[in-house]
């Protein structure tokens, strides 16, 4: 890195940093998560929400449909609704629920692990209006069925994405979840996703959330991290649209270079979930816990919420850490992401201080 780039990366950072700030007096909803149900029919072993075949507390339809007509009346413009379970699919509602959206003028998009997605199913998303999809594909064959302990499971998402694009789908992601058990796969799945038909490839870590606090031999060490980064880096360059998520501050070397912006943690300042069960939260990855759960929607006016709570989101995190607060990044970092801080202790799960600067 040249040092005219460190130096406008560092002005957008600080620039950045005053518009955040601004952002917690200010919040701004840009994304509104609809957590469907909590059942899915795959038992991943890093789901950050422990899904599965489990009993899963969920909202009616009608909940639903008072929901977008109270956002659509209050919130201009409209929040885009991004749809995630669980499998969200497994709900039969959907295609009714979201339908009502778009039709009352909403943007909508879903996360899934595409084993459910025929033709038929695509044909009933492209009608209800779906505009963006985000497949998960977390390895080779071998390695994806595995991790999701679903037998089976690759094919049936590879076979999902080519039934969206047969349905005139043109903004198919794939994301990758990047474990040290699939880090050496990258190139092999690079040369799987030019053959399918998807406009972005997303790649992102395993993180210490939900189920994955426990696996052992499934973190990337600080050397796999870097050889992460730099193979997003350097496809990017080539001019792959391979992208890492919005997770986590990663130093002048990376940031601007492996997304399209630069970090900035969007929970509880663009970003709200609706849980299966109506309680409202900032980001879903994040821990369900008392002070992280904002109210209920079955009770609680959503609008009020947004507007008077979330203040656990909307001030820095490292003001809540020693260390945090004295590190040289903390105006650019802020502590990181919320659904990687450990709210007992009150530090980060996941830091790049060290391992990328």
Not at 198 to 207: D, G, K, P, Q, T
Request: hydrophobic share 35%; with cysteine.
């Amino acid at each position: 890195m040249t040092r005219a780039t460190d130096a406008v990366k560092t002005r957008h950072l600080n620039m950045l940093a005053d518009y955040r700030d601004g952002l917690y007096r200010q919040p701004q909803l840009r994304q509104l998560f609809f957590e469907l149900t909590m059942r899915c029919n795959e038992r991943c072993l890093h789901c950050g929400s422990r899904c599965g075949d489990v009993s899963s507390e969920e909202l009616g339809a009608e909940v639903y449909r008072d929901l977008i007509d109270k956002v659509k009346r209050d919130f201009s413009p409209l929040p885009m609704l991004c749809i995630t379970g669980g499998e969200p699919l497994l709900r039969k509602e959907i295609y009714d629920i979201m339908g009502y959206a778009s039709s009352q003028g909403f943007v909508w998009g879903m996360t899934t692990n595409g084993t459910l997605i025929d033709d038929t199913a695509a044909g009933k998303l492209y009608d209800a209006g779906m505009k963006t999809v985000s497949v998960s594909v977390d390895g080779l064959e071998a390695s994806h069925d595995a991790f999701r302990r679903t037998p089976g499971g690759y094919r049936a998402a590879i076979e999902g994405v080519k039934a969206l694009a047969k349905h005139s789908f043109n903004h198919i992601q794939v994301t990758t979840v990047v474990t040290h058990k699939t880090i050496g796969e990258l190139d092999a799945l690079f040369e799987i996703m030019l053959e399918l038909p998807v406009r972005s490839w997303r790649v992102i870590n395993l993180e210490p959330i939900g189920r994955a606090r426990s696996l052992e031999g499934y973190m990337l060490t600080p050397d796999d991290y870097v050889k992460m980064f730099t193979f997003i880096r350097d496809k990017r360059r080539e001019g792959y649209p391979v992208e890492y998520g919005c997770s986590h501050y990663l130093g002048l070397s990376f940031e601007r270079e492996v997304r399209n912006w630069y970090f900035i943690c969007s929970a509880g300042i663009y970003t709200a979930s609706i849980l299966a069960n109506g309680d409202i939260a900032a980001c879903l990855d994040i821990e369900r816990r008392p002070e992280t759960i904002q109210g209920n929607v079955l009770r609680d006016d959503f609008t009020q919420v947004w507007k008077d709570r979330f203040g656990l989101f909307r001030q820095p995190l490292s003001e809540k850490n020693e260390k945090c607060s004295k590190c040289a990044s903390a105006r650019f970092c802020a502590g990181g992401a919320h659904h990687s801080w450990d709210y007992d202790e009150n530090r980060p799960l996941v830091c790049f201080d060290g391992v990328l600067f």
